[in-house]
T-cell receptor, first 114, second 116 residues
Framework: KAGVTQTPRYLIKTRGQQVTLSCSPI?????VSWYQQTPGQGLQFLFE???????NKGNFPGRFSGRQFSNSRSEMNVSTLELGDSALYLC?????????????FGQGTRLTVV | TQLLEQSPQFLSIQEGENLTVYCNSS?????LQWYRQEPGEGPVLLVT?????EVKKLKRLTFQFGDARKDSSLHITAAQPGDTGLYLC?????FGSGAGSYQLTFGKGTKLSVIP
């Protein structure tokens, strides 16, 4: 079956702009988690969506938001981009994101803010 | 403050050597997962350990979960160039309340280079 698909793969934006990233989970998976990966901080949890509801949120400013659609596809949005938002954004899908649940990652979207 | 500390951060070894990567925390995890990530790709799950003291083997890779479920190690025997990559440990913790609120918290990773 198809894996997790993230689009676009690469993106260059200017400071102050906003950006929307997309994640299509594995068919049948209802949980989508988003992570930001930078060389200095590693992978940091942004938020998780399950059945169209945000269930958990990491320690990021309100400029970072997301949503999930009825088909489990998820989008994340970053408004008023800053240089420090340059990172690899990864999404992971799981069947339910319960205890000991395996997470499958997409290839990520490389965002560069100039 | 990083919840999970991985060491070493960088490791460059010759093909055929053995190595161990460590993942330490003061927190208890319900499970611990190890991933490998190659440049330009997302992390790929290698193994999940759940029980304190558990040891799992995946060909030349041996994973161990500490007795107290706070730390883990990854040992690679006779490393090959194909083992090159970023190795990430991730501990599963309960966010908020409710049975379905487990999330992964990651270490910063160990970047391994195996030289032919």
């Amino acid at each position: 079956k198809a894996g997790v698909t993230q689009t676009p793969r690469y993106l260059i934006k200017t400071r102050g702009q906003q950006v929307t990233l997309s994640c299509s989970p594995i068919s049948g998976h209802r949980s989508v988690s988003w992570y930001q990966q930078t060389p200095g901080q590693g992978l940091q949890f942004l938020f998780e969506y399950f059945s169209e509801t945000q269930r958990n949120k990491g320690n990021f400013p309100g400029r970072f938001s997301g949503r999930q659609f009825s088909n489990s596809r998820s989008e994340m949005n970053v408004s008023t981009l800053e240089l420090g938002d340059s990172a690899l954004y990864l999404c992971a899908s799981s069947q339910i994101r319960g205890k000991n649940t395996e997470a499958f990652f997409g290839q990520g979207t490389r965002l560069t803010v100039v | 403050t990083q919840l999970l500390e991985q060491s070493p951060q960088f490791l460059s070894i010759q093909e055929g050597e053995n190595l161990t990567v460590y993942c330490n925390s003061s927190s208890v995890f319900s499970s611990l997962q190890w991933y490998r990530q190659e440049p330009g790709e997302g992390p790929v799950l290698l193994v999940t350990v759940v029980t304190g003291g558990e040891v799992k083997k995946l060909k030349r890779l041996t994973f161990q979960f500490g007795d107290a479920r706070k730390d883990s190690s990854l040992h690679i025997t006779a490393a090959q160039p194909g083992d090159t990559g970023l190795y990430l440990c991730a501990g599963e913790i309960l966010f908020g309340s409710g049975a379905g609120s487990y999330q992964l918290t990651f270490g910063k990773g160990t970047k391994l280079s195996v030289i032919p």
